[in-house]
């Protein structure tokens, strides 16, 4: 019990005030040392620091309120910690014990030359008052700056300037503090000559754009109005709508947005690849209205991602092939057929819309699996020591393989309009030919002699015919399905992938 009861007397509570005029704290002081009889510090020493056997001194909390104007003045020690007045400031506001972990006391002042305002959270274990002698005595040394009159710049002294600290008992979960308009002091100027000069924006409307506050990241109690624009796959902010000469810019790729856990009400979080923003909305509506675009805005660059992507399949694939292969024209369709996922999609839209040209990609196919299965046997032929249970057709099979393109499959592709080189027909027909002439019946049915590689066609007797039918298939029905959304289809069936 005497362990409470000093501390609490090293924390007093004198006066509970609505406004934060200088002169009515003044008055407090002298009305507290006169009903004291004269005893203890008096006003000057409170004001200047006046040694004493016990260095004491007067502080201003200020509580929830319209604006936090509502306010306490203790009288705290050098040896009075943040967490006594935490205590202090509990018990006069009937805080409860559970509920008084979630209070802290945010020191709020001018930084710089105050033109703007800063805050920090005060730890438990610090001296509230040694934190406010250690801001004055920084504060002295610095000269404040006045615009108030036309002219050259001037300096006046500083115990001229506006109230500069404020501590604040806050609620952390409760509304963030606006530092910029909660805790400003409002000055307007009703000179009708002047003129407000709109300045250039440079980041525009975009899709959206408002008003929000951020949290810092240092102190996550301490928030600050910007000015965000959401445009270019990008969320930009800075520090107003007139104010854009330091902007930063959110990328928005591999974002996502997170209703936040906190009890701050219309708060919500972006979680980027760097950091997690914590924003917070005046309204329910604006929170909504700002995750909604956030969302849209999100989706779009997965989906311009994706398609850079699906470019890069049809495009790059197909250029490194034809260098590969010293062709001169790269054909975009190639990146397609080279991925059985798009093909099959490339297929049922031919099938649906443009049936009579099937038949080219289904000749593009055979060409493929043809040439595809010729180069797998010549690697496998190099290096025997690797296995691969898909060369199982012997030499026959391949040759009848060759007979079925060359008797089906090219004349129909001729029928839906490619146009195959006479040449390199004959080519194929004169290989085909000669194979049947040279080769015996008791070589064909001999499996060890069969099965020797130079009695196999070559993987490449169809090559030049198989680039005239991808040209057709490039001029025809691709051209159709970019024409009808198919970058928008391969998108999709990539998002959904």
């Known amino acids: 019990m005497q362990m409470m009861a000093k501390k609490e007397a090293d924390v007093a509570v004198y006066e509970s005030l609505d406004t934060d005029d200088e002169e009515d704290h003044d008055r407090l002081l002298r009305k507290q040392h006169d009903a004291n009889g004269g005893v203890g510090l008096s006003l000057d020493d ?186 270019e796959d990008k969320l930009f902010y800075c520090k107003s709508e007139m104010n854009q000469r330091d902007i930063t810019a959110i990328p928005l790729l591999n974002s996502c947005i997170v209703k936040a856990d906190v009890q701050i009400p219309h708060c919500f979080e972006l979680h980027t690849s760097r950091r997690v923003y914590r924003l917070c909305a005046a309204s329910d509506d604006l929170m909504v209205g700002w995750i909604h675009a956030l969302h849209r805005e999100i989706r779009l660059c997965s989906e311009n991602q994706a398609l850079s992507k699906a470019e890069i399949i049809i495009v790059d694939e197909t250029v490194t092939t034809c260098e590969l292969q010293n062709t001169a024209t790269p054909f975009a369709v190639t990146g397609i057929l080279s991925n059985p996922v798009l093909r099959k999609l490339f297929r049922d839209y031919m099938v649906q819309h443009l049936a009579a040209k099937t038949v080219l990609l289904d000749t593009w196919t055979e060409c493929e699996a043809f040439r595809h299965n010729g180069i797998t046997r010549y690697q496998h032929h190099i290096n025997p020591s690797v296995t691969n249970p898909t060369l199982r057709s012997t030499a026959r099979d391949e040759w009848e393989h060759v007979k079925t393109i060359l008797l089906q499959y090219l004349p129909a592709s001729q029928k839906a309009g490619a146009e195959l080189s006479d040449v390199d027909m004959d080519v194929c027909r004169t290989a085909f030919h000669e194979s049947q002439k040279n080769r015996r019946l008791s070589i064909a049915m001999d499996t060890e002699t069969n099965n020797l590689l130079e009695n196999y066609p070559s993987p490449h007797l169809f090559y030049r015919v198989q680039h005239d039918v991808l040209r057709a298939l490039e001029e025809g029905p691709f051209r159709h399905f970019i024409a009808g959304k198919g970058y928008m289809m391969i998108v999709d069936r990539m998002i959904r992938r």
């Open 46 to 231: 409170a004001k200047l620091g006046a040694p004493s056997p016990v260095r004491r001194g007067f502080v201003r909390i200020y509580f929830e309120s319209d604006n936090f104007t509502s306010s306490t003045v203790l009288r705290v020690e050098e040896q009075t910690l943040v967490r006594d007045v935490r205590q202090t400031m509990a018990t006069k506001l009937h805080v409860s014990r559970k509920q008084l972990e979630y209070y802290a006391i945010l020191m709020v002042f001018a930084s710089g030359k105050g033109s703007s305002m800063s805050a920090r959270t005060l730890q438990d274990e610090e001296s509230i008052l040694q934190a406010q002698e250690q801001f004055h005595a920084e504060r002295q040394s610095l000269p404040e700056i006045s615009l108030d009159h036309m002219g050259p710049v001037r300096v006046k002294p500083r115990h001229r300037a506006r109230q500069t600290l404020k501590f604040v008992f806050k609620d952390t979960r409760a509304k963030p503090i606006d530092l910029d308009a909660d805790l400003e002091p409002r000055t307007s100027n009703t000179n009708s000559q002047d003129t407000v000069f709109a300045f250039p924006q440079k980041l525009g409307q975009g899709i959206r754009s408002g008003t929000l506050k951020k949290a810092s990241l240092k102190d996550a109690n301490v928030w600050r109005t910007r000015w965000f624009v959401l445009k």
